[in-house]
């Protein structure tokens, strides 16, 4: 079964950490760019960050960049989201999308016509 789980969100304070996890089974893990959106109440959509498991090239949207760390273990088939410094405007719903021929710089133009998605994982930043 092709699938994206997402796990590790939660309820953190402003300035703490979490990492995301992605875990990817069903399909080719390496042929494939793999990226995180997030959505938040009344918001729509965005792409946060991509990482593309066949020629290494990242993306990070603008407000996470220097924050926000996107990493892949081909071993274990998952893309990590390292997210520091996390703020209030980071609450959302993180989801992970897969795509293998659409480029990492699609991730941060649109969330349409994605092959794969996960369920999606919540993340809460108290202020």
């Known amino acids: 079964e092709v699938q994206l789980v997402e796990s590790g969100g939660g309820l953190v304070q402003a300035g703490g950490s979490l990492r995301l996890s992605c875990a990817s089974s069903?399909?080719?893990?390496?042929?494939?760019?793999i990226g995180w959106f997030r959505q938040a109440p009344g918001k729509e959509r965005e792409g946060v960050s991509c990482?593309?498991?066949?020629?290494?090239?990242?993306y990070y949207v603008d407000s996470v960049k220097g924050r926000f760390t996107i990493s892949s273990d081909s071993a274990k088939n998952t893309v990590y989201l390292q997210m520091n410094n996390l703020k209030p405007e980071d609450t959302a719903v993180y989801y992970c999308?897969?795509?293998?021929?659409?480029?990492?710089?699609?991730?941060?133009?649109?969330?349409?016509?994605?092959?794969?998605w996960g369920q999606g994982t919540l993340v809460s930043v108290s202020s």
């Open positions: 999308a897969a795509d293998q021929y659409k480029e990492c710089t699609y991730f941060g133009e649109s969330d349409r016509y994605l092959e794969i």
């Open positions: 069903g399909f080719n893990f390496d042929d494939y760019n």
């Open positions: 990482i593309s498991n066949s020629d290494g090239s990242l």
